[in-house]
């Protein structure tokens, strides 16, 4: 059973870039598929993309000029840049994987993340 | 973009009753949608997918039902750790979208 775990910066200054990062124990992260979703305070919860393990990656069109998903094999671990964020992108980020691209059979805890100067 | 709408937002039940949470799709989502459970603190976790089939160590009491656009999640005989954050997922179309969710308290 995977565990994730996402770690990185709880605030970040608007127009800077949004750097999180998912450590993956429990089983390799190869032959899956990893997400990153957010959650804004008192809104629903958004999928940002997936990169699955060979660096396949697909996006969510409101993003995608943004985001940047990554898998490092060797490490077990994948992450999410998000370049240039404003207030709107504060949110609870988790980190999720599976075995197929489009649910999620595992989840991490989340991070908080504010915008804010 | 599927806009999914979750009904009601909050439930209020008694332990040992059952409850049924609604989930609606703006537009066809086939039998491609999901149910998670999260609780305080904790990332979601996934219950049902395809509509109706629990995941792995999911109780029974859990089943899902519906297809299109209306969907349902029926909990029976509600325990302690059931009460809870539900939420259901699209993933028939990009990009995959999210209900609001439901939150099932204690009465």
């Known amino acids: 059973q995977e565990q994730l775990q996402e770690s990185g910066p709880g605030l970040v200054k608007p127009s800077e870039t949004l750097s999180l990062n998912c450590s993956v124990s429990?089983?390799?992260?190869?032959?899956?598929?990893w997400s990153w979703i957010r959650q804004p305070p008192g809104k629903a919860l958004e999928w940002i993309g997936y990169?699955?393990?060979?660096?396949?990656?697909s996006y969510n069109p409101s993003l995608k000029n943004r985001v940047t998903i990554s898998v490092d094999t060797s490490n077990n671990q994948f992450s999410l840049i998000l370049s240039s964020v404003t207030a709107a992108d504060t949110a609870m980020y988790y980190c999720?994987?599976?075995?197929?691209?489009?649910?999620?059979?595992?989840w991490g805890q989340g991070t908080v993340v504010t915008v804010s100067s | 973009e599927v806009v999914m709408t979750q009904s009601p937002a909050t439930l209020s039940v008694s332990p040992g009753e059952g409850v049924s949470l609604s989930c609606r799709a703006s537009?066809?989502?086939?039998?491609?949608l999901a149910w998670y459970q999260q609780k305080p603190a904790q990332g979601p976790r996934l219950l049902i997918y395809?509509?109706?089939t629990r995941a792995p160590g999911i109780p029974a009491r859990f089943s899902g039902s519906g297809s299109g656009t209306e969907f349902t999640l029926t909990i029976n005989n509600l325990q302690s750790e059931d009460f809870a954050l539900y939420f259901c997922?699209?993933?028939?179309?990009?990009?995959?979208?999210f209900g609001g969710g439901t939150k099932v308290e204690v009465k």
């Open positions: 395809g509509a109706s």
């Open positions: 429990g089983g390799s992260i190869s032959g899956y598929y």
């Open positions: 537009q066809s989502v086939s039998s491609n």
């Open positions: 990169s699955y393990y060979s660096g396949y990656t």
């Open positions: 999720a994987g599976g075995a197929a691209p489009r649910k999620f059979d595992y």
């Open positions: 997922q699209q993933y028939n179309t990009w990009p995959l979208t």
